[in-house]
Nanobody, 127 residues
Framework: QVQLVESGGGLVQPGGSLRLSCAAS????????IGWFRQAPGKEREGVSCIRRSDGSTYYADSVKGRFTISRDNAKNTVYLQMNSLKPEDTAVYYC????????????????????WGQGIQVTVSS
């Protein structure tokens, strides 16, 4: 089993930036994709961004393209989500998750395909 821990959330003003970190430990051999999801009050959980550990292939939801960047540091077993030009509608609880599936485009939008989850971390964008 893979254990995932998020960090780096908080409160920022519109237009500001945050960097989220997802640290993985345990049995990571079969962890092929790490993804970021978010869930706002009253809304369903949605896929934000994913990265494939083998070649670094990425997926971004249309709502965050050009603003968010996902990256991975294999030496630290950590995936980052750099969030720039933040908007109030980005406010949500953000979760990192892992799956052994390898199709980034097919898997990342749907939480159903992810079996290991972090505890979630709050991101609030407000003046």
């Amino acid at each position: 089993q893979v254990q995932l821990v998020e960090s780096g959330g908080g409160l920022v003003q519109p237009g500001g930036s945050l960097r989220l970190s997802c640290a993985a430990s345990g049995s990571i051999f079969n962890t092929y994709i790490i993804g970021w999801f978010r869930q706002a009050p009253g809304k369903e959980r949605e896929g934000v961004s994913c990265i494939r550990r083998s070649d670094g292939s990425t997926y971004y939801a249309d709502s965050v393209k050009g603003r968010f960047t996902i990256s991975r540091d294999n030496a630290k077993n950590t995936v980052y989500l750099q969030m720039n030009s933040l908007k109030p509608e980005d406010t949500a609880v953000y979760y990192c998750a892992a799956t052994f599936s390898s199709n980034v485009q097919a898997m990342c939008p749907r939480p159903t395909f992810f079996g290991s989850w972090g505890q979630g971390i709050q991101v609030t964008v407000s003046s």
